[in-house]
């Protein structure tokens, strides 16, 4: 399940919520990105967080676009990024 949200062109988390945007639908769907990533992560972590941190660590190693989109997103979302550091990742 994790790696199929990474691989299904849902990688909300590292990419979506940091792409630059314009407008107020852009800003509504990037918070709305951010919203769902936050949600997932909350459920992985209780729910699955070896896979998880096994998903994040996957999506850290897609290169450095993804580290510095993943990194950006870290930074608006202070809660997720502890969740996922609690994860050891």
């Keep these: 399940m994790v790696r199929s949200f990474l691989r299904n062109g ?3 988390y590292g ?8 407008g107020e639908a852009e800003r509504l769907k990037s918070r709305n ?3 769902q990533a936050a949600f997932l992560i909350a459920v992985l972590s209780e729910d699955r967080p ?4 096994l998903a994040y660590e996957e999506a850290l190693s897609r290169g450095p676009r993804w ?3 993943i990194m950006a997103s870290s ?3 202070p809660e997720t990024s502890a969740q996922l ?5």
């Design 15 to 22: 990419t979506s919520s940091s792409r630059e945007r314009h």
């Design 85 to 89: 550091a609690d994860l050891g990742v």
């Design 50 to 53: 070896d896979e998880l941190a």
């Design 10 to 12: 849902r990688e909300h």
């Design 33 to 35: 990105d951010r919203a």
């Design 75 to 77: 930074a608006r979302m």
């Design 67 to 69: 580290r510095a989109r």
